[in-house]
């Protein structure tokens, strides 16, 4: 362990994102101390994380809407950096419910970086989205396109998080990077951590390899009547491994100081946009299996297309995607196969 790098705190480093990007961390010689409140992750991620490098991460199961915990963790850890990417993703959810959205996403983002100034842990990475830009006029999005009024009260969390951390990066000594990621999926090659949905899964990706497996009956395509070459919405669908690499990249650019602004935005993705048949067609290319898939209407809030403009990141961070979509799909399809 290379204590002189100090300890990076990863919150939310059991879920999906979070657990690839402490492999990586770690990899890179980073001490690690995960906080998690399990509410959408499990315990048994640790010990894929471990078992990938050898290092098992310090965890410390903490709800960050309880601000005295928050103060006592900062009390009790010297930390050089957060990467921070606790809270709640689920944009259909949070239509229905949307105090839960605000209190989760933003009372948590507001304590950690109260207690991080107070104790002078001062470069943050944010966990950010495309989802800020809505229907971009212009594809592919740069960071320059316009942020639109978001569609969902999970969309104006991300819109509000980014605002909040501005702010604060003007009156201190707090300097940020917000990652807004495209469209993440697949797992680890070592098929030791993935993406573990709870419940009917919301993304396309899970309940692809879901129907596949025979866990769902069939997948709905949500349209097939948009302006795109088939008719399906277009995503760009990043490997949630280069996505993690990308953090790496962000927090080095911090701790070396070559940031630019106090607070920098980046677009993570592959630059590549697929339709939701593209999809379907990698997917039975690399799994051999026909998916069983029926048309249905648009889902209330989906936009058109979606592809990142990636130039800024590859520039500024020195930083690309090694691994295409039917990489993402084949690790995705691995990890499936051994859920039980
Ligand atoms: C992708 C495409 C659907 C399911 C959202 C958030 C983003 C990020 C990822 C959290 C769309 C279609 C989907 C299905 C389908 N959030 N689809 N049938 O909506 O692009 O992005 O999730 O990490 O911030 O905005 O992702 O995977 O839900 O949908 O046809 O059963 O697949 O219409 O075109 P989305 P998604």
Redesign the pocket.
């Known amino acids: 362990m290379n204590k002189e790098k100090g300890k990076i705190l990863i919150t939310g480093g059991l879920g999906f994102?979070g657990s690839h990007t402490v492999v990586e961390l770690q990899n890179e010689g980073f001490e690690v101390v995960i906080i998690d409140d399990l509410s959408n992750s499990k315990i048994e991620v640790l010990d894929g994380i471990t078992s990938i490098t050898g290092i098992k991460p310090e965890f410390v199961q903490l709800d960050l809407k309880v601000k005295q915990k928050v103060t006592e963790f900062f009390k009790n850890h010297q930390i050089e950096g957060v990467i921070h990417f606790a809270a709640s993703?689920?944009?259909g959810e949070s239509v229905e419910q949307p105090l839960k959205y605000y209190e989760n996403n933003i009372s948590t983002l507001v304590y950690l970086l109260q207690e991080m100034a107070k104790n002078e842990v001062n470069r943050f990475i944010f966990s950010s989205?495309?989802?800020v830009y809505g229907q971009a006029d212009e594809l592919p999005i740069t960071e320059k396109a316009p942020i639109k009024l978001a569609e969902?009260p999970?969309?104006n969390t991300?819109q509000i998080g980014e605002e909040i951390i501005n702010d604060t990066t003007r009156v201190g000594n707090l300097q940020a990077i917000a990652l807004r990621?495209f469209?993440?999926i697949g797992a680890h090659k070592s098929v030791k951590i993935g993406e573990l949905p709870i419940g009917v899964?919301?993304?396309?990706?899970p309940?692809?390899t879901q129907t596949a497996a025979g866990i769902r009956q069939e997948?709905?395509?949500?349209?097939d009547d948009y302006p795109t070459h088939d008719g399906?919405?277009?995503?760009d669908y990043i490997h949630v491994v280069d996505l993690a690499k990308a953090h790496i990249a962000a927090l080095k650019r911090l701790i070396s100081g070559e940031n630019k602004e106090k607070m920098e935005f980046f677009n993570v993705g592959t630059g590549k946009g697929s339709s939701?048949l593209d999809?379907i067609k990698a997917f039975e290319k690399v799994s051999n299996k026909k998916l069983n898939y029926k048309i249905v209407g648009?889902?209330e809030g989906?936009?058109t297309s979606?592809y990142a403009d990636t130039s800024f990141a590859n520039k500024e961070l020195g930083w690309q995607t090694k691994l295409d979509l039917e990489d993402a799909l084949a690790s995705a399809w691995k990890w499936q196969l051994k859920q039980k």
């Open positions: 994102i993703k689920a944009v989205s495309c989802t969902s999970y969309g991300k990621y469209n993440p899964p919301q993304n396309l990706i309940f692809v997948l709905s395509v949500f349209g399906t919405a277009v995503r939701v999809v648009r889902r989906d936009i979606a």
